[in-house]
């Protein structure tokens, strides 16, 4: 008997329908001899309404609290609904808020991070035969404060059950086939992967592509449970995210990415010396907001400009930040949030050279300019206007992926 994690995503449970398709197939798994744990988002546009209402009740700035007590409730109506459809199919299942089943987080709401899942109220649905109805997003703080995980966040609700349960495997079901080479709605010609491993796919996941959130990767990695990527709507296998080893295609780029969800902040004519970048940094991390990219340039005439990247959500907060941090330092600050982030990733960058320039050409010959740029072993990512997302993510995709054979030489 295998013990599955299953997990549905909005669109999967977007209408009654879907939420009966949804009850049959989970009841199927459960009949076919395995424990099964279901985690459900909420439906389709749900959370986007409770957004818009907390924005417009907070008048753009809600209490962090109440937000998170009411974006909680999504989830609440999902596994209510759902045991009830597994019910009429004959077969006992418990709906369990995030509070009933002991998740345990911290305190930061908006963006709480998992701390403990106290396993006992699962196991007793579970050891009955039952199948544990779980709400994905949602946890409790120390103090019973109801928080949530962050936009995407019940794909970490359900891997971390996995993880906690030691489930043989993690499904994570949704309104795609599988993780594909780039978003498959920007790009029809996108492929879908049989394998990514670990590191690949949170490399993708943190750059853009939101088909998993990022957390959940990283759980997935560190306990080593696999994660299967797959459609609600038909039973083909769809993506196996697991270990490097696993992993028999080793492209040199095996994804594209786009992120236009980060701003730029830039500092010009700072002077050249130390404890300049603290002065810049510090009031940012002390107010919780997290820098991406960070680039300066060399001094010339004993002054700096130096760029960075913030999440657009915390860009007008970080602008004024600067601002202040500027008129100390008598420097002068500039802003643009219509940037974007785009990104190939690959493990076979380990051992090729020649991908950055290629991308850079790729890019050249659209007429793309390129305002920052990052590495790491196993990715590029750029910054340009967001005007120009879809031109580059499909000239890199053309280049890297579709062309397949003209790859970049291999070292050594
Ligand atoms: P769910 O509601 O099931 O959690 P999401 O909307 O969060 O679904 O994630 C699935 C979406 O992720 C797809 O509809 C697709 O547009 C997008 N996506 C972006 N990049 C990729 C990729 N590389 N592979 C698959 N899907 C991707
Ligand atoms: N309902 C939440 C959201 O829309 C969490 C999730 O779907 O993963 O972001
Ligand atoms: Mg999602």
Redesign the pocket.
């Known amino acids: 008997m295998a013990l599955v994690v299953q997990k549905f ?4 449970v977007g209408d009654p329908d879907r939420i009966r398709n949804v009850a049959r197939r989970v009841v199927e798994t459960a009949r076919a001899g395995n424990q099964v744990v279901v985690c459900v ?1 909420a439906m389709a546009g749900e959370t986007d309404g409770l957004v818009a209402l907390g924005q417009d009740l907070g008048e753009g700035d809600p209490t962090p609290r109440e937000y998170d007590v009411l974006l909680a409730t999504g989830e609440q109506k999902t596994i209510a609904l759902l045991a009830m459809a597994i019910h009429r199919l004959g077969h006992d299942a418990e709906s369990l808020t995030g509070w009933q089943l002991g998740m345990r987080t911290d305190a930061s709401h908006n963006r709480a991070r998992i701390q403990e899942i106290d396993c006992g109220r699962l196991r007793a649905v579970l050891d009955r035969g039952a199948v544990a109805v779980v709400a994905g997003f949602q946890g409790v703080d120390d103090d019973r404060n109801i928080t949530t995980l962050g936009r ?1 966040g ?2 970490t609700s359900a891997v971390a059950v996995a993880c906690a349960l030691g489930a043989d495997v993690c499904e994570i079901y ?3 086939d ?8 920007m790009v029809p010609s996108a492929r879908k992967l049989a394998r990514i491993s670990f590191d690949e796919m949170l490399e ?1 996941a943190s750059l853009g ?3 998993l959130q990022v957390r959940s990767v990283k759980f997935a990695k560190r306990y080593g449970v696999p994660i299967h990527v797959r459609s609600s709507f038909h039973s083909a296998e769809g993506t196996w995210v697991t270990r490097e080893e696993d992993v028999m295609e080793r492209l040199v780029v095996s ?1 594209v ?1 786009y992120n236009r969800d980060e701003a730029k902040i830039t500092f010009r004519k700072v002077e050249d010396q130390p404890g300049v970048a603290g002065r810049i940094f510090d009031p940012l991390s002390e107010a919780g907001i997290v820098v991406d990219m960070i680039v300066q340039n060399l001094s010339s005439d004993g002054t700096t400009d130096m760029t960075f990247t913030v999440p657009v959500g915390d860009y007008a907060n970080a602008l004024k930040l600067a601002q202040d941090a500027a008129a100390g330092l008598g420097a002068e600050v500039e802003g643009d949030d219509a940037i974007a982030k785009i990104s190939v990733v690959g493990l076979g960058m380990k051992d090729h050279a020649g991908v950055a320039n290629r991308m850079f050409n790729v890019l050249a010959e659209e007429g793309i300019n390129i305002q920052m740029i990052s590495t790491s072993e196993i990715k590029i990512s750029v910054i340009i206007q967001e005007k120009y997302t879809e031109l580059a993510v499909r000239a890199l995709h053309d280049a890297f992926v579709d062309a397949g054979g003209d790859e970049p030489r291999e070292e050594g």
């Open positions: 995503g909005g669109t999967s988002s995407g019940s794909d949704t309104d795609v599988g993780v594909y080479t780039t978003d498959p709605r993708m592509a939101k088909v994804g990415t």
